[in-house]
């Protein structure tokens, strides 16, 4: 089983969040919604596995509790 990776993992994590961010300009908020809705879905499919994505799903709604 593989579990969810919380470490750094990126060659270039600012130029990631430009991108991100750019992605979204100019979207109105329901544009950026279903932006990020794709995105999700799109990744998920990488990952595939759902134990992982159930496990990010619970760390994600979490860590907005507080």
């Given at each position: 089983m593989t579990s969810v990776n919380t470490k750094p993992n990126f060659a270039d994590p600012d130029g990631f969040y430009?991108?991100?961010i750019e992605?979204?300009?100019?979207?109105?908020?329901?544009?950026?919604?279903?932006?990020n809705a794709r995105l999700i879905l799109i990744l998920s499919n990488h990952?595939?596995?759902s134990d992982?994505?159930?496990d990010?799903?619970?760390?994600?709604?979490?860590a907005g509790q507080g």
């Open positions: 430009a991108k991100l992605a979204h300009d100019g979207l109105s908020d329901e544009e950026s919604a279903a932006l990952i595939g596995d992982v994505l159930n990010a799903m619970t760390m994600a709604r979490n």
